[in-house]
T-cell receptor, first 116, second 114 residues
């Protein structure tokens, strides 16, 4: 069964450094998403992406964050200058459509980001 | 904006006991409803989903959920749990007005004692 993959599984970085989290969505999916879960808190939506553009973004997704689909397979989340409060598990997801029954989102295993 | 509440944070059951996990949402319009499960060390997996039609939805591994529109609820049920059901369960909603953004509840940790 096709699945979403994410690398690395764990990233440790120092405050102020840039990080890039990578995701490979399911190959025929067209819609891509990033979510995060701070330890002990809810899974929160960050951003959705379609046709090389951001479709929706939350208040969390400020100017420090950016997303990109640099080639036909990867989908990346960049945090420009990390803060301690960016420490969280980051989940990538993809879906075939954005509405209707094929809008089911498939999640990757997550990248645990630790900012020190 | 929509929100989702899961009232049970931790549930401990013995094998063969029946399970019901509560999920309530707040949103006045049409919603799509989901239950995801996260087994220890694994990623979020979809258990079941509701878009329209029969409000009683059957999912994988013997789980089902019932959408009660008047109560804004989508409770998850299983008549007889197994040790392998030990996991964290997340209720989520999306609306047609916010693309396909999922809003999650806080999750319920289920431990099934053998």
């Amino acid at each position: 069964e096709p699945e979403v993959t994410q690398t690395p599984s764990h990233q440790v970085t120092q405050m102020g450094q840039e990080v890039i989290l990578r995701c490979v969505p399911i190959s025929n999916h067209l819609y891509f998403y990033w979510y995060r879960q701070i330890l002990g808190q809810k899974v929160e939506f960050l951003v959705s992406f379609y046709n090389n553009e951001i479709s929706e973004k939350s208040e969390i997704f400020d100017d420090q964050f950016s997303v990109e689909r640099p080639d036909g397979s990867n989908f990346t989340l960049k945090i420009r200058s990390t803060k301690l409060e960016d420490s969280a598990m980051y989940f990538c997801a993809s879906s075939l459509t954005s509405s209707g029954r094929a809008a089911e989102q498939y999640f990757g295993p997550g990248t645990r980001l630790t900012v020190t | 904006a929509q929100s989702v509440s899961q009232h049970n944070h931790h549930v401990i059951l013995s094998e063969a006991a029946s399970l019901e996990l509560g999920c309530n949402y707040s949103y006045g319009g049409t919603v799509n409803l989901f239950w995801y499960v996260q087994y220890p060390g694994q990623h979020l997996q979809l258990l079941l989903k509701y878009f329209s039609g029969d409000p009683l939805v059957k999912g994988i591994k013997g789980f089902e959920a019932e959408f009660i529109k008047s109560k804004f609820s989508f409770n998850l049920r299983k008549p007889s749990v197994q040790w392998s059901d030990t996991a964290e369960y997340f209720c989520a909603v999306s609306t047609n007005n916010a693309g396909n953004m999922l809003t999650f509840g806080g999750g319920t940790r289920l431990m099934v004692k053998p």
